[in-house]
């Protein structure tokens, strides 16, 4: 089955620690994104990669990292969680450009809180 | 100014209506222009696309795109129920930006 998966699913921590928020598609796409949903601020881009060992900045880069060592996986870094990063946390990937050619399928998303 | 500005609603209709969802841009260079749908407590999925000017239609969904006055809709024939999510419009094509979201209820 095609898809999207995102670990964890739902996680609490605290200021200040390091964490990791893994994405992995199955559909050997090329393009793959990480975007934040606030309510009233709609989603927001943080990072996108086109491939292996390209990764560009979003809307909203601050205080995440990014790296894409494989092409099947695209893992979001928070070197220092502050609590304006509780946030809905989306990945997604698609074989074209952003969905535009090809659909962007989305992953389950991260509820991720920083106390 | 934000990017991409959309009514966030909430917007409630009856079923059967025309749905009218709009968005204005900022930054008129080269880019692709998109609508999507969420359900609740789900991703996004991409519900059309369009690229410059003019209409795109897709069955009950129509999008249009005029970039004179930098306006981007989505118009939904026949309302159902089903139809009932959050629309987010967006531009870009590698780089996306993203409306805030307009929240639809169609009311049986």
């Known amino acids: 089955e095609a898809q999207v998966t995102q670990n964890p699913r739902y996680l609490i921590t605290v200021t200040g620690k390091k964490l990791t928020v893994t994405c992995s598609q199955n559909?050997?796409?090329?393009?793959m994104s990480w975007y934040r949903q606030d309510p009233g601020l709609g989603l927001r881009q943080i990072y996108y990669?086109?491939?292996?060992?390209?990764?560009d900045k979003g809307d909203v880069p601050e205080g995440y990292k990014v790296s894409r060592k494989e092409k099947r996986n695209f893992p979001l870094i928070l070197e220092s969680p502050s609590p304006n990063q509780t946030s809905l946390y989306f990945c997604?990937?698609?074989?074209?450009?952003?969905?535009?050619?090809?659909?962007?399928?989305f992953g389950p998303g991260t509820r991720l809180t920083v106390l | 100014q934000k990017e991409v500005e959309q009514d966030p609603g909430p917007l409630s209709v009856p079923e059967g209506a025309i749905v009218s969802l709009n968005c204005t841009y900022s930054n008129s260079a080269f880019q692709y222009f998109m609508w999507y749908r969420q359900y609740s407590r789900k991703g996004p999925e991409l519900l059309m696309y369009t690229y410059s000017s003019g209409n795109k239609e897709d069955g009950r969904f129509t999008a249009q795109v005029d970039k004179s006055s930098k306006y981007i809709s989505l118009f939904i024939r026949d309302s159902q129920p089903s139809d009932s999510a959050t629309y987010l419009c967006a531009k870009g094509a590698q780089k996306l930006v993203f409306g805030q979201g307009t929240r639809l209820t169609i009311n049986p």
């Open positions: 990669s086109m491939n292996v060992e390209v990764t």
């Open positions: 997604a990937s698609s074989r074209g450009l952003a969905g535009i050619t090809d659909t962007q399928y």
């Open positions: 559909m050997n796409h090329e393009y």
